[in-house]
């Protein structure tokens, strides 16, 4: 079973490659690891341990407490897809950014590229 510890972790890492415009394989190579292995790690079904937190959060030019932010509202909140232990399929990341579920309350100089991208995005969709 996954834990939504788990989840929410990877579902922030999915929306952080994506806004990134980067592909599993892309983050993979610079990783050492196979797109597979990302993809496990984007639904939660495996935990990443602390030292590829570490590389995950350099490759992504994001502090590694990017991918703990909002947990202890996600956990809280019922229809977060970390408790009911479900990652989004197919969720353009402007929608995610949108939402209350994945906030950024404060931006990072090392998160401006992110940023940049995200806000460029939703921009073009009138968001």
């Known amino acids: 079973m996954k834990h939504p510890f788990d989840v929410h972790v990877g579902w922030r890492l999915r929306h952080c490659r994506c806004l990134a415009g980067m592909t599993q394989q892309q983050l993979g190579s610079k990783l050492g690891i196979k797109a597979q292995q990302i993809q496990n790690h984007e639904i939660g079904a495996n935990r990443i341990n602390a030292s ?20 202890a509202r996600a956990l809280n909140d019922a229809n977060c897809p970390a408790r009911r232990q479900e990652v989004p399929k197919n969720s353009p990341p402007a929608e995610a950014l949108s939402s209350n579920d994945l906030s950024l309350p404060r931006i ?19 968001l």
């Open 108 to 126: 990072l100089p090392h998160q401006s590229v992110v940023v940049v991208h995200a806000r460029s995005f939703m921009g073009e969709r009138g």
């Open 52 to 71: 590829l937190m570490r590389n995950i959060a350099a490759a992504m030019e994001v502090p590694v407490s990017f991918f703990f932010e909002g947990l």
